[in-house]
Nanobody, 127 residues
Framework: LQVVESGGGLVQTGGSLRLSCSTS????????IAWFRQAPGKERAGVAC???????????YYEASVKGRFTITRDKASKTSYLQMNSLKPEDAADYYC??????????????????WGHGTQVVVSS
């Protein structure tokens, strides 16, 4: 499975961006998908995740600081997950990574659960 992120860029505080996570393969519905981010000097941390439709009700979970501002979705037809980010803050600036978990239908924010990772897309938020 290949995972490719896109959609990062420069945005002003309060602005919006939509990140995309395109995947290959035939089993998109079998993978839980998560977005992580890593800011300079900080550890990578989970931002949002969404379960695999094959075995999960598709519930989405969010890190506390992004709840209400970010929305994770997934589209079976395009094998793509999206992270809609609204009301962006300077502290949201980071490299954002998409990851796929082939072993569990339910999602979580444990990096070790995710076998497939993209190379990341950078988000810069100007104040």
């Amino acid at each position: 499975l290949q995972v490719v992120e896109s959609g990062g860029g420069l945005v002003q505080t309060g602005g919006s961006l939509r990140l995309s996570c395109s995947t290959s393969g035939d089993r998109f519905d079998d993978y839980a998908i998560a977005w992580f981010r890593q800011a300079p000097g900080k550890e990578r941390a989970g931002v949002a995740c969404i379960g695999a439709p094959s075995g999960d009700d598709g519930s989405a979970y969010y890190e506390a600081s992004v709840k209400g501002r970010f929305t994770i979705t997934r589209d079976k037809a395009s094998k793509t997950s999206y992270l809609q980010m609204n009301s962006l803050k300077p502290e949201d600036a980071a490299d954002y990574y998409c990851a796929a978990d082939p072993r569990d239908f339910a999602c979580n924010d444990y990096e070790e659960q995710y076998d497939y990772w993209g190379h990341g897309t950078q988000v810069v938020v100007s104040s």
